[in-house]
């Protein structure tokens, strides 16, 4: 009941650090607690030591029952594993969550997808799957990638789980103040981007980021958000799109540089009060700045390289200034 939603909070929270900790760990926190290496110590779920048992053996590790055919076939049969369960505890509300779990390996079967089904499973009933938020009402899953990768020297990589969630009957009615029974998930984007690169599905090369237009005082914005859009109305020529944004922090001029570099633009766009006078705009290829930066300082080299690194050109050429910079490092956008 609520009266224990707190130690029953503890408890799940404990069960979540099953593959940090181990069993030894998780034991200690569901009882009196655990002292962790520097010396913190996390108060336990004050459970009695047949208790704690009985939690390990459903949640300490997958209780998956094996199914063998007449024909001699089998394999892991959820239907099965949840039977098995229903023998561990006549607790009411335990029998409630195996009849949900029931239902959906019936569902999951029937869609080809179970583990009862005559396929290799994709979705499978796994009792040391715990989620520790607090406001889960009902079933839980993770997200795993069963296939092997290996990083760069062939050694296996192992991610985890890349996606995580449940199902909330009162997250949403905190909100709303009506109650509006819903599911959700997230998705681990860093793991399963790791993953896609060493597989080889996506290039591991970050992104490039935006053109940054910088911004002066003496100049209205009004001016500076026309060269975005010029540079962004470029995107109709197939292949040679531009992507571009106006610089809006502070408005120091070292400032927009070291943005610039954060968001790893190709060049940034310069245009003060004396180059608007002259009609002209500076392009500063920060790409081949940075390449020069460590190179040798030989006056003609040093000197044809700045040349290159930062150059001035007629306003109306801004957008063809900037495509061959773009050229020049071969810069795309997906």
């Known amino acids: 009941g609520e009266a224990n939603a707190g130690k029953r909070l503890t408890v799940l929270r404990a069960i979540d650090k099953l593959d940090r900790l181990g069993q030894s760990g998780v034991r200690a926190l569901l009882a009196e607690g655990r002292k962790d290496e520097s010396g913190d110590f996390t108060r336990g779920a004050e459970l009695r030591k047949d208790q704690i048992e009985s939690v390990l053996n459903i949640f300490g590790m997958p209780v998956q029952v094996v199914r063998q055919n007449p024909d001699g076939s089998g394999g892991v049969s959820d239907l099965d594993t949840i039977e098995y369960l ?27 997808y179970g583990a009862d089904s005559k396929r290799p499973p994709r979705i499978i009933i796994d009792t040391a799957v715990v ?18 990768i290996k990083d760069e020297a062939g050694r296996p990589v192992r991610f985890g789980s890349v996606a995580a969630g449940g199902r909330y009957d009162g997250l949403i ?13 997230s998705i681990g984007v860093s793991r399963l981007t790791a993953a896609l690169q060493h597989l080889g599905k996506i290039e591991s090369r970050p992104e490039p980021g935006p053109v940054v237009v910088t911004v002066f005082p003496d100049i209205p914005i009004a001016h500076y958000q026309r060269l975005v859009a010029r540079l962004r109305d470029a995107e109709y020529a197939p292949g040679k799109k531009v992507r571009a944004e106006l610089y809006l922090g502070d408005g120091k001029f070292a400032a927009q540089m070291k943005y610039a570099d954060k968001r790893g633009s190709p060049c940034v766009v310069i245009q003060g009060g004396n180059e608007k006078a002259t009609g002209e705009i500076q392009i500063k290829d920060l790409i081949l700045g940075a390449e020069i930066a460590g190179v040798s300082k030989e006056r003609d080299d040093y000197l044809k390289n700045q040349a290159q690194a930062q150059f001035a050109v007629a306003e109306d050429k801004l957008v063809d200034a900037v495509r061959e ?6 810069v795309k956008w997906s």
């Open 86 to 112: 229903r023998t561990l505890f006549d607790n009411p509300t335990y029998q409630a969550g195996l009849n949900e779990l029931a239902d959906i390996a019936a569902l999951t079967s029937s869609a080809a």
């Open 131 to 148: 989620r520790g938020l607090e406001y889960y009402t009902g079933p839980v899953y993770e997200v795993d990638l069963t296939f092997d």
């Open 173 to 185: 009615a905190r909100f709303r103040g009506e109650p509006v029974p819903a599911t959700g998930f």
């Open 325 to 330: 910079v773009l050229a020049r490092h071969d």
